[in-house]
């Protein structure tokens, strides 16, 4: 079965930092990961997916993220952070055989602050 | 959220009660799903359909109901309201190669 674990409930950076969200995920076969953020009483929006290819995957607004499939990890980062991404964060994977179900993890938010 | 409508956008019922969440979509995409989000769930899926009539169960499905008539809408409904029910519900929906999904706003269900 599939799973993904995002284990930090918060993470605390200030703004100008460098920020990492973390992902782990257990999928039977090679993975399609999502980054997904949730502003505040909001639905989720899209931000990056890795498919196939590089492991490097550049998104929207600044944010990348990193495949590492011998750590079965998928974080999130930025650069310099802005008070305006304090949001709630998803990961999701899909294995690419079968139905294409998305499991998603319990999410972490991001606090920037000034 | 462009292309993904949910109603209502807030509902407050009463225990044993069936209530219907719509989500309509303008993107004529084949794949739709229904999720709800719990603090400490993420989100899970309750139901999805693959094209109209054809639909699904997903990991938390016991005590809804889904039907999709049309490609556009996809209906869910609590077929006797519990408080357990009390939850935010997300619609969203994938194109054919269901690589990337895409929320709608959200429906905020209370049941007293």
């Known amino acids: 079965a599939q799973s993904v674990a995002q284990p930090e409930d918060q993470v605390n950076v200030a703004e100008g930092n460098p920020l990492t969200v973390k992902c782990t995920y257990s999928v039977s076969g090679n993975p399609y990961l999502f980054w997904y953020v949730q502003y505040p009483n909001r639905g989720l929006q899209f931000l990056l997916k890795?498919?196939?290819?590089?492991?490097l995957v550049k998104g929207s607004y600044g944010f990348e993220a990193e495949f590492n499939k011998s750590q079965t990890s998928f974080h999130l980062k930025k650069p310099s952070a802005l008070v305006s991404d304090s949001a709630l964060y998803f990961c999701a994977v899909r294995d690419v055989t079968g139905f294409q179900k998305l499991v998603f993890g319990t999410g972490t938010r991001l606090l920037v602050s000034p | 959220d462009a292309g993904i409508t949910q109603s209502p956008r807030h509902k407050v019922t009463e225990t044993g009660t069936p209530v219907t969440l719509r989500c309509h979509q303008t993107e004529n995409h084949r794949y739709m799903y229904w999720y709800r989000q719990d603090p400490g769930h993420g989100l899970r899926l309750i139901h999805y359909?693959?094209?109209?009539?054809?639909?699904d169960k997903g990991e938390v499905s016991d005590g809804y109901s889904v039907s999709r008539s049309k490609t556009e809408d996809f209906l869910l409904t609590l077929e006797s309201a519990t408080s357990s029910q009390t939850s935010v519900y997300f619609c969203a929906i994938s194109d054919r190669n269901q690589e990337t999904q895409y929320f709608g706003p959200g429906t905020r269900l209370l049941v007293l």
């Open positions: 890795y498919i196939t290819g590089d492991n």
């Open positions: 359909s693959y094209g109209v009539k054809d639909t």
